[in-house]
């Protein structure tokens, strides 16, 4: 039971990217990712040493007020945040924010899909990257799914992504309501290229642009 987490930042803002764009959230970044993206925008995150650990109860008391002022659900970033055994945290979470006023706090998770699944969520992001493919649980699950498109290779990689997915789609276990999402990586003028001609051919496709960053809010 993991009930100490390793933090770079908390904070309340709106969500920047995907499905839920625009809407108020508390997001938590937790810290450690052994990914290794060289686009990676958060590459200061990747050693959990170097960052505090905070005991779930005080993530809690700050959920519950950032609930009070609006946020209408967490988002668990990294790093990596499934590198961590999320179980205790969600438990917790959903428990201590259900109330005779509120309904249990919603739970959002941005994850790579590399790890073991912990936790319980009302919204998965799954991230994939082409060097450390997500586990098949990922992508059967999934409520989005969002490429971030850096070069020529992460189009192929989309492609071969959706290829699959349209493979293993019958199977019981997939989320067929899934929303697809490319997204340029930061700053890459040929990833907004190549995600807009793709998003063009590609009308299940939505393109997905980091708001926050243009807006210059966390
Ligand atoms: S998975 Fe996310 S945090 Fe980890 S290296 Fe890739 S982009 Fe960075």
Not at 107 to 125: A, K, R
Not at 142 to 157: A, G, H, P, R, S
Not at 175 to 200: C, M, T
């Amino acid at each position: 039971m993991t009930n100490f987490l390793p933090i770079v930042e908390k904070f309340h803002s709106l969500q920047g990217e995907g499905f839920h764009t625009g809407k108020s959230a508390f997001f938590i970044r937790l810290a450690g990712c052994e990914v290794g993206c060289s686009w990676c925008d958060t590459k200061h995150s990747w050693n959990s040493k170097n960052y505090p650990l905070f005991s779930i109860d005080s993530l809690l008391r700050e959920i519950i007020k950032a609930r009070l002022n609006g946020a209408a659900f967490i988002v668990l970033t990294g790093g990596e945040p499934l590198h961590h055994n999320l179980d205790a945290f969600c438990k917790i979470v959903k428990n201590k924010t259900n109330n005779a006023k509120h309904k249990s706090i919603k739970i959002h998770i941005e994850t790579s899909g590399v790890s073991e699944f912990s936790g319980v969520y009302d919204w998965i992001t799954l991230s994939p990257k082409r060097h450390k493919p997500p586990k098949e649980y990922f992508l059967n699950k999934c409520d989005e799914l969002k490429i971030i498109i850096n070069d020529k290779k992460d189009v192929i990689f989309a492609e071969e992504i959706s290829e699959y997915l349209s493979k293993i789609k019958d199977n019981r276990y997939f989320n067929a309501n899934k929303k697809f999402f490319v997204q340029p990586a930061w700053d890459s003028h040929e990833g907004y290229k190549l995600a807009i001609e793709f998003a063009k051919r590609n009308p299940d496709w939505t393109l997905s642009l980091q708001i926050h960053k243009y807006l210059s809010i966390q």
